[in-house]
């Protein structure tokens, strides 16, 4: 099902901003986690005997944000007005102004993963948590210059500090990236650059399917999305 053309630039192969090398988590979460949810976006619920609780690993619950858009609005993860009807995954993009990778990465962005995957019910967040330099207080009017400069088409949020979103890079290497399915389970997370986006949009491309022979480690596709067997 690949969407894109295979070949990248020898430049976008960048390390994370910081010391910690990438480290990806891709794949099917847990055999023992059932498909939580209710509403095409609506909150998981916790269900610890289920094996559903919230975290940050693959299989974990998402717990999910309201940030404002550079503009001010606020924007509520699982709020059924900002997921398409046909809704499969959410990629949640987390980075910075003064990090080399997110630069990168978001000048791919719009191309090669929110346009690329529309069709397939796919949303695509970036949240920014600093301004020019790590810890600075990040503006409205950077946000936004942030979103003409690479020619974003996806909601951008802010996340001054990344009060909300910091558990997903804790030692602060960034970008980091997470995709969340439409049940509220995270199935990926990369804290660390994504290669040009090709570890990325790999992992997006194993979780989409058109039919169960799309689908590895007998998962069955269920409304263009694979899914643990029940």
């Known amino acids: 099902m690949q969407r894109w053309p295979g070949l990248v630039p020898a430049g976008w192969l960048l390390a994370a901003c910081s010391a910690a090398p990438p480290a990806g988590d891709a794949g099917p979460p847990g055999r023992d986690a059932p498909a939580g949810g209710g509403a095409v976006c609506g909150a998981p619920v916790e269900d610890p005997g289920a094996g559903l609780v919230f975290g940050t690993s693959r299989g974990a619950l998402f717990a999910g944000f309201t940030l404002p858009t550079c503009d001010g609005v606020p924007y509520a993860f699982y709020d059924d007005a900002n997921c398409p009807a046909n809704y499969t995954l959410t990629v949640v993009s987390i980075g910075a102004l003064w990090c080399g990778p997110c630069q990168m990465e978001s000048a791919l962005l719009t191309d090669r993963v929110t346009n690329a995957y529309v069709d397939a019910g796919v949303r695509v967040l970036q949240i920014l948590v600093d301004g020019d330099t790590p810890g600075s207080p990040l ?41 969340v399915d439409r049940d509220g389970i995270i199935r990926f997370y990369e804290n660390g650059a994504s290669m040009g986006l090709v570890t990325l949009t790999a992992a997006i491309e194993s979780l989409l399917c058109e039919a169960d022979a799309d689908c590895a480690g007998g998962e069955r596709c269920d409304r263009g999305l694979c899914v643990p067997p029940r």
């Open 139 to 179: 503006r409205p009017a950077q946000c936004a210059e942030w979103v003409a400069t690479y020619g974003l088409v996806n909601p951008e949020l802010m996340d001054p500090g990344g009060a909300a979103t910091n558990a997903f890079f804790p030692d602060g290497t960034l970008p980091s990236t997470v995709i």
